[in-house]
């Protein structure tokens, strides 16, 4: 019976708010733009909670609704999830009006001041993640030439649709595709209305290419210098995206890594030094255990293969690891864990792709040779959240019902 009364009181809580934290709360948000009440809807309500129409000028039924919000336990609760990513959004005179009725009210209710400050460090990182546009290039392979490659580009504002910018239906080579690149990059800015610093490069790879180094190849005629070391470049596995059997474990771990990527884990990284010391069953086995396990550290490139295998990177795939970072060069092996260590070293995993492009950025400054981890480290960092619509299941073509 205990246990059953926590239940409820944790289904069906009493109001969160007095009704004069309540009067201050409209009060706070009474200027607020709809745009920013939107994009903190987004990141504070259950995903079922924002389907439904609302009326973004009518500020007391959406602060209701969210008090009735059921949030996860030891955490603070939505409604205060939510105001904190809207004093995010503000000048500092309102950021400071809300972080002040924030404490006001968390005090109050018992939550712990890491709690409401871990929660403060959270909304900075996602704020800047929306911030962020996406440079799409999907690669696939022709079916006829084995060299050659259909070559689509699109762009993307964090989760929103994304637009194509280039879709070419005639195979075009690996070097054509990077000679392609800086053109369509000034298009990219010009369209985005974006710096250097804003867009991240993502390529969508079929397992043939997933060891391709594109973050070393050259742009710009008049100063040539790697792609890498201007913008953070990752890859995506086009293999996973294919396979919608194994999206809902990426999906969950991605939730973590979304939840808890700015904090220095250590624990969240699997540590791979020597190929073939995990089979790769019981790899996904101990990926799959640990939930807080979001990503494979490996000192040795994939197998090289133009599909799947029974591998280490095809049990990270199917055991929804979103991020893998691995060493191109086998020579540089010894060096791999502990350089890798140190960039991670009071760093939270969200700032993996950042943190990638310094390293390759300090291999030009300090090392003039190849033997340097900048120049051969490959980061496959999947975004569960941010789908190409020709991949939601929601969107394939099905048969007429």
């Known amino acids: 019976m205990i246990e059953l009364d926590d239940l409820i009181e944790y289904l069906f809580p009493d109001e969160l708010l007095e009704p004069v934290e309540r009067a201050a709360l409209l009060?706070?948000?009474?200027?607020?733009?709809?745009?920013?009440?939107?994009?903190?809807?987004?990141?504070?309500?259950?995903?079922?909670?924002?389907?439904?129409?609302?009326?973004?000028?009518?500020?007391?039924?959406?602060?209701?609704?969210?008090?009735?919000?059921?949030?996860?336990?030891?955490?603070?609760p939505p409604l205060l999830v939510f105001v904190d990513f809207v004093a995010h959004q503000l000048d500092a005179v309102r950021t400071a009006e809300q972080h002040r009725w924030i404490d006001e009210v968390g005090i109050r209710t018992n939550l712990s001041v890491g709690a409401l400050r871990d929660l403060c460090v959270s909304a900075n990182a996602r704020l800047a993640e929306v911030q962020r546009f996406y440079f799409i290039v999907q690669l696939q392979a022709d079916g006829i030439d084995p060299d050659r490659y259909l070559l689509s580009v699109w762009l993307q504002q964090h989760h929103s649709l994304e637009e194509p910018l280039h879709l070419d239906d005639t195979p075009v080579t690996l070097p054509e595709v990077a000679g392609l690149l800086p053109e369509l990059l000034g298009q990219a800015h010009a369209a985005l209305g974006v710096t250097t610093g804003e867009l991240t490069l993502e390529f969508v790879l079929p397992r043939g290419?997933?060891?391709?180094?594109?973050?070393?190849?050259?742009?710009?005629?008049?100063?040539?210098?790697?792609?890498?070391?201007?913008?953070?470049?990752?890859?995506?596995?086009l293999d996973r995206l294919r396979n919608l059997s194994i999206h809902g474990t990426w999906r969950q771990k991605w939730r973590w890594l979304a939840d808890n990527?700015?904090?220095?884990?250590?624990?969240?990284?699997?540590?791979?030094?020597?190929?073939?010391?995990?089979a790769p069953a019981a790899l996904r086995a101990s990926l799959l255990r640990e939930q807080s396990v979001v990503a494979l550290a490996m000192a040795f490139p994939p197998k090289d293969s133009l599909d799947?295998?029974?591998?280490?990177l095809s049990a990270a795939l199917y055991g929804g690891v979103p991020v893998v970072l691995w060493c191109r060069d086998g020579a540089l092996r010894t060096r791999f864990e502990p350089e890798v260590r140190q960039l991670l070293n009071g760093h939270g995993l969200a700032e993996l792709p950042i943190q990638v492009m310094r390293l390759r950025q300090q291999a030009d400054e300090f090392d003039s040779t190849e033997k340097n981890l900048g120049r051969h480290i490959t980061l496959l960092w999947d975004d569960a959240d941010r789908l190409p619509r020709s991949f939601s299941g929601a969107n394939r073509l099905r048969a007429p019902q």
């Open 209 to 237: 290419l997933i060891g391709c180094p594109v973050d070393q190849w050259e742009i710009d005629r008049v100063f040539p210098h790697r792609l890498g070391t201007s913008y953070p470049v990752v890859i995506r596995s």
């Open 261 to 278: 990527g700015h904090r220095a884990d250590p624990d969240a990284v699997h540590w791979l030094l020597e190929p073939g010391t995990r």
């Open 308 to 312: 799947l295998v029974f591998d280490e």
């Open 27 to 76: 009060d706070l948000l009474s200027d607020v733009e709809p745009r920013q009440l939107q994009l903190a809807c987004r990141y504070a309500a259950p995903g079922s909670w924002l389907t439904t129409a609302l009326d973004w000028n009518d500020l007391a039924s959406i602060t209701r609704r969210l008090e009735s919000c059921v949030g996860k336990a030891g955490m603070p």
